[in-house]
């Protein structure tokens, strides 16, 4: 059957369970957007290229499936260039197909023509540069293989418009199955670690979020109840051990929580899964966890002894190392005994009680943190997340509490302001029936504030609360913490009527200025059927604690009672 | 950490944009490569390339594994854990005088080289070698007045037993 390069890609994409596509159309994707036309793929029509990569990554992160974005040459392919550097930061598996103006004009600076390949070399797992029409059925499986293998990541495709309307004859072909089986622990390092468990008095787990991407939750919370073990996770790894469970830790690191930074920095087992051991979760890497012996599982093999150094390197996927551990803890009926590990429950209450997470209430002015608090309580924690980037994705990451993975999405290694509203997008899209809430702040808000014209267009409900302080906060309270208070270029009380502009673009907006608003506002807005932004004007100057300063070690925490008080 | 040259060899696709996958590598975390050489292998599909590096062992480690990570990077070897043998072919071209020409005919001896050919006042000269032999040949040749030279770099291939 003689098919058109643009014909093909469909089938392809069909093939691979694609249902949804996220994208904008540009000359030399013409063919591709006739074939759209004719077809049963979902296409959501995004106001700018970054929103399509973000949407597809918040797609990809909700429902594990690999998200595609299709942009046009040229400038359309360079605006994905930072959705593709968060994806890729993060291990987020998406396939991003770029329109390339015809092959005979490649590299004669034709119009709207860039070099996306060599562009985005460093920020893909792999790109490539389809130059003939039968290439493109191979090709394109082999993008969403590597996309969705190993450690996940990012995969962009070139595609010149001539390749795209060319004839060819085609035959289906099988989607890549893995090539191999993931890699697993060696049985002797994971009976090794099987006698550190026994051997521990005050171990601990701290999971990333490979945990999350290899779909092995599940595993981690029978390790964690088989051994008694409390659970940190780092942002990324957030859902993947229950938010509400009493082994549960928080999150560790510069915004973590007391508990959690002191657990590791006094813990003599560390089991480390599925993280990387980022600057902000480590602080300074000569005090973190100095008495502990680390056991790191990680699938990437460059993840280990990259940052840390480690006692026990197992490069696994998370869930076959989480499954043999927990197989040899059942065959060899692991318990804990009664008061092998009471001490260290009891000092891990007493910094709990010591420290708590916590804030200054105040009757009058609106607390961000409280917004959140009530927005907990409200979905009763049943809600996808989104966060932009700052004050608002701490707060959403300490306040609110999240049961299951996938359901807390943010950018945790490129820190992309403008990331949540479009990833929401794309999570709603995965999960119709669920509330999509995206924590904002005004600052980030307003980076992708075109796709609010995509929700209503595509019918997308999702909600932002807009944690609203005329500030561009974290680098506010920086300034204030470290450069006695002199707010270069940080203040942004000049910005639109939030709510004339969600009126302007179709949407519910509704705004809190007192304290005594904030749970009205919020039922009013969840609880309406189509898209809302809700406005809380929250107190100024509020600083996110714990606070560890940067390059500071993690035990060394500043807590902001002295603010508070 | 001491630093030292490290000899690498990669098996990888033949393919447009390898190299520049190879080196984003390398120069997007600040390394530099000293020497470099490619050629396609008896399998046209594949190249390989024969890369050093001056760095400390901590470092080529990391290096190694990202550059294993590659989709199109096949193999990594790190030559100077094994067995081998390392050469670098080296070419200069002389200016001939009556006052060089004894001399230069004795350095052309000792280091085995050849003239590869001559014209007129000048001539070029091909010596084979490691890299010590190589920078003692220079070493020696300076003197006389190099006009212009050109060096592979090293090539290396492990011996077996």
């Known amino acids: ?565 | 950490m001491e630093k030292k040259e490290y000899t690498l060899a990669l098996l990888v696709s033949n393919k447009p944009d390898v190299l520049a996958r190879v080196a984003g590598i390398l120069g997007g975390r600040g390394y530099n490569i000293e020497t470099l050489c490619v050629d396609a292998t008896l399998d046209p599909a594949y190249s390989k390339i024969i890369l050093t590096v001056i760095q400390d062992k901590t470092t080529m480690t990391k290096i190694e594994k990202q550059l294993i990570k590659l989709i199109d990077v096949h193999k990594v070897t790190d030559l100077t854990k094994v067995e081998s043998v390392t050469r670098e072919l080296m070419l200069v071209r002389m200016k001939l005088s009556d006052t060089n020409k004894g001399l230069l005919a004795l350095i052309i001896d000792t280091f085995n080289g050849r003239v590869v050919t001559m014209n007129g006042d000048n001539c070029v000269i091909e010596i084979t070698g490691d890299r010590a032999l190589i920078e003692k040949a220079v070493a020696s040749l300076k003197p006389l007045g190099i006009d212009d030279m050109a060096r592979t770099g090293i090539i290396s291939l492990e011996r077996q037993n």
């Open chain 1, 1 to 565: 059957m003689q098919l058109k390069g643009a014909e093909i890609l469909i089938k392809v994409l069909r093939q691979e369970g694609v249902h949804t596509i996220f994208g904008y159309p540009g000359g030399v994707l013409l063919d591709i957007y006739d074939e759209l036309h004719k077809g049963d793929i979902r296409h959501i029509l995004v106001r700018h290229e970054q929103g399509a990569v973000h949407a597809a990554d918040g797609f990809a992160r909700a429902s594990g499936q690999v998200g595609v974005a299709l942009v046009t040459s040229g400038p359309g392919a360079s605006n994905t260039v930072t959705g593709i550097a968060n994806a890729y930061m993060d291990s987020i598996p998406i396939v991003v197909l770029t329109g390339q103006v015809p092959t005979h004009l490649i590299g004669t600076d034709a119009f709207q023509e860039v070099d996306i390949v060599g562009i985005t070399r460093p920020c893909t797992k792999h790109n490539f540069l389809i130059k003939r029409v039968e290439e493109v059925a191979k090709t394109l499986h082999e993008a969403f293989h590597i996309a969705r293998s190993g450690r996940p990541g990012p995969v962009l495709v070139d595609l010149p418009k001539d390749v795209m309307a060319a004839l060819t004859e085609y035959k289906p072909q099988l989607p890549q199955k893995a090539a191999e089986a993931p890699p697993r622990p060696a049985s002797k390092k994971a009976f090794y670690v099987m006698d550190l468990i026994a051997e521990s008095t005050k171990p601990m787990i701290l999971s990333g979020g490979g945990v999350i991407l290899g779909g092995a939750s599940a595993e981690l919370r029978k390790m964690a109840w088989l051994t008694k073990m409390p659970v940190s996770s780092t942002l990324m790894g957030l859902g993947a051990f229950p938010g509400s469970d009493p082994l549960w830790l928080g999150m560790p690191g510069m915004h973590g929580t007391y508990y959690a930074n002191m657990a590791i920095s006094h813990c003599d087992l560390l089991i480390a899964i599925g993280m990387r051991f980022d600057d902000r979760v480590t602080g300074k890497i000569d005090h973190f966890a100095p008495n502990a012996k680390i056991v790191h599982v990680d699938v990437d093999p460059s993840s280990i002894n990259k940052n840390v150094m480690v006692d026990v390197p197992i490069v696994s996927d998370c869930k076959s190392a989480l499954q043999s551990f927990n197989a040899l803890l059942e065959q060899q009926k692991f318990v804990v005994g009664d008061d092998q590990r009471q001490e260290w429950f009891d000092q891990i209450a007493a910094w709990r009680k010591e420290n708590p997470l916590s804030y200054c209430h105040s009757d009058t002015e609106i607390k961000p943190q409280f917004v959140i608090e009530t927005l907990y309580k409200l979905t009763r924690g049943r809600a996808i997340i989104t966060t932009e980037v700052g004050q608002n994705q701490m707060w959403a990451a300490q306040f609110y509490h999240y049961d299951e993975p996938n359901t807390f999405l943010s950018s945790g290694g490129l820190g992309t302001m403008g990331y949540g509203f479009p990833a929401a997008l794309g999570a709603k899209i995965a999960f119709p029936d669920k509330l999509v809430i995206d924590i904002a702040g005004d600052g980030s808000i307003q980076m992708n504030i075109q796709e609010m014209a995509t929700a209503i267009q595509d019918n997308i409900p999702v909600k932002i609360v807009l944690l609203n302080n005329g500030y561009l906060g974290m680098v506010r309270q920086w300034q204030q913490l470290f450069y006695g208070r002199r707010y270069s270029q940080t203040d942004i009380t000049y910005q639109p009527d939030f709510l004339k502009l969600a009126e302007a673009y179709g949407w519910l907006g509704l705004r809190a200025t007192r304290p005594e608003e904030v749970e009205t506002v919020l039922k009013q807005g969840l609880e309406a059927p189509g898209p809302a932004l809700m406005d809380f004007r929250v107190s100024r100057e509020e600083c996110v604690y714990p606070m560890v300063r940067p390059g500071g070690p993690i035990h060394e925490m500043a807590l902001g009672r002295e603010m508070a008080n």
